[in-house]
């Protein structure tokens, strides 16, 4: 491993720990200055506490969450991965069916999870879809963008060698357009997440959002706060599970800094 190797791996550690060892240092002296009660902004010590004493409940709901979003994820981007695929190729399809799409991205996901519970029920198929659903467009435009955007040189040169539509998406349009698929999985990881979340808020009985949704009916403030930040390392996780298998399918992109 060489210096450049380290200096950015301490760089891309270090430097969040610091600024998240600052904050909490803040808000744990803001806590105590101003004397803030615990339901309205505990401190991180009490926040901390409660997630060790709730630990197994915490993973319990988490993995529910995580279940959901991973599976809306899949769903959403092998639908908008096929989509792509139809809207690339044909400008009738393209334009018949591309407003819709931009609508769908438009509406917000709170005014749809209604809907969404009413249509298939409280169970774990209604957080699904509404995962689905909010991760739809990204994967969409940006696998479109990729493969769109491809070298007109190259591909000359593919139909000058009388190569079948087949072979120019499998050996040129497919390769240009992972880094814009990888880059749109990342934004949908987090997106995922969220879609589950608000979809156990309208309705469930397990879940993060069931949890965050509790809490804030009993004023369990820290247990919220643990909720949430559970979640956000969920989406974290999510991150860099996409990122590392980026990393060795685009092996030919210069890795960013992350």
């Known amino acids: 491993m060489d210096k450049g190797t380290i200096k950015r791996i301490l760089n891309s550690t270090l430097n969040p720990m610091i600024f998240f060892i600052g904050i909490l240092l803040v808000w744990e002296i803001i806590v105590l200055i101003f004397n803030i009660p615990n339901y309205i902004l505990p401190s991180p010590i009490s926040i901390f506490s409660e997630i060790i004493n709730k ?3 915490l993973i319990d709901h988490t ?7 991973l599976l809306g994820f899949l769903l959403a981007n092998s639908i908008s991965f096929l989509a792509a695929i139809a809207f690339a190729h044909s400008k009738t399809i393209e334009k018949g069916l591309y407003p ?14 209604p809907i969404l519970i009413l249509w298939f029920g409280t169970g774990i198929i209604s957080k699904i879809v509404t995962s689905a659903v909010i991760c739809f467009f990204p994967i969409l435009v940006n696998t479109i963008r990729g493969l769109k955007d491809v070298d007109e040189d ?7 060698l009388s190569a079948s539509k087949w072979q120019v998406f499998k050996k040129l349009r497919l390769p240009n357009s992972l880094p814009y698929i990888f880059s749109a999985l990342k934004i949908s990881t987090s997106l995922a997440i969220v879609g589950a979340i608000v979809g156990e808020f309208v309705g469930s009985n397990k879940g993060l959002g069931f949890l965050i949704l509790v809490s804030s009916y009993h004023l369990e403030t820290s247990t919220m706060f643990a909720a949430i930040i559970m979640s956000a390392l969920s989406g974290i996780l999510f991150f ?5 298998i980026e990393k060795r399918v685009v092996f030919w992109k210069e890795p960013e800094m992350e």
Not at 155 to 160: A, G, I, P, Q, T
């Open 55 to 57: 630990f197994f409940l």
């Open 63 to 69: 993995l529910t969450t995580m279940i959901e979003s």
């Open 100 to 113: 819709y799409a931009i609508a769908l991205k438009t509406t917000p996901i709170v005014a749809m999870a």
């Open 154 to 160: 190259a591909l000359n040169l593919f139909e000058s």
């Open 240 to 244: 860099y599970a996409i990122s590392f």
